[in-house]
């Protein structure tokens, strides 16, 4: 890290604050202030003194962890002027992940122009790269077969999945929605109901209730925030580990898709459907639509275990509780579920379990936990955020399955 006079910093300090994407945001160019601020004084800034010097929120009662969500963002910025207007400039501002105090480093991207002359020959390069490559594998195609395995497909949590010769098919939690008359209105409206969110349940309504106006149900599919924010993750790892997959709507699965595939669900509670009732049928304890809740037996008695979720303003800091499910099929298959309440779950924990350091991290907690890393579990994660920003993620439950029983009723 080079050593810059206070001048010097806040000269490359003022550069930033006249970028286009932070000149305007005021928040974000007083946080920067101050944290160049104690930077120049040598000072390691915490999250209560960002909280009460720049935001100027009360010392008494005070929650701090809105402070991360700033600092992500403001990093994010920094990166961007430095892939755009500033990508020139000598010296960068860096904000490590994990912490609030800055640097000052080199710019690479600006040192790496010495070498822009080979560009105009890397046309010639890169075919070069290809017939050496050829010839290569001509003569030693075995080097196809390379030792060095993925990391996610030495997993126990992943191998199943990704090794398999199972078709793996996504399944996506979409909602449920149908047309129905209403007199008051004198029209057809589309309707989404969290008693009636499947085919099943919508003809069971009909049936039952003679004078009930549904038409039909609505064949273009919706897809939550828990569902797309957790494919955003997913879809890009299964396709770096070269499986091929195939999409379907959660209320399209049936039994043949349950029993013939590897399933991956990702998507809200109430988008399980089939699954919900395939789950909540078997051994295991659970209960997830409507009410979220484990069953924990210490052999004397039965309890259960609620995971709550309380509704807050987009801007206020709230808790998500996200449940993986790894189980066997019923015909050698595999089933892995992602579900969560709203989309800040799903996505904070794919990314989490998608990531080769946060996947050993988990692994290294059920180890020391359980005693080894179990092939099939149930986890619960509690996911703190911010909007749609998570800021912290904790494993408040964690229970192996033992595969040797069979737990599907």
Known sequence: MP????????????????ASVIKNKQKYCDLLIYLVECSIKNESPKAISVAVDVFKRSINNLDSSFVRVYIHNLREKLDIYYSTEGKDQPYRIVIPKGHYDIRFEENQRRRGKIFQSINQ?????????????????????????????SPFKASSIWSDILVSPKPLVINMGDEFFYKEYFDHYDDVLIVKNSQINTKKKMREKMQSDPENKIIQWVESAYFADNCVYGLINLLPFIAREGVNYTCNESDNLNMDYFVNNNIIFIGGHRTLYLLNDFI??????????????VKVDTGIHSSWIHFEYNESEFSKQYDDYCMVLKLPGPRDNHLMVFTSYSGIGVQAVTKYLTDSNYLKEFEQIIKNENGCMAQFFIAVFKVTGVGRYNCDIDIEYFRAVDSQKNIWK
């Not at 010639?124 to 060095?148: E, H, K």
């Not at 909540?280 to 809740?293: D, T």
Request: glycine share 2%; hydrophobic share 50%; net charge negative.
């Open 3 to 18: 050593d810059l006079s206070a001048i010097k910093k806040k000269a490359i300090l003022e550069q930033v604050l006249d």
């Open 121 to 149: 020959y890397r046309e010639w390069i890169w075919l070069a790269i290809a017939c050496t490559l050829a010839l290569i594998l001509l003569f030693n195609p075995d080097i196809v077969r390379i030792q060095s395995q």
């Open 280 to 293: 909540e049928n078997s051994s295991l304890g659970i209960q997830i639509y409507p009410e979220f809740k």
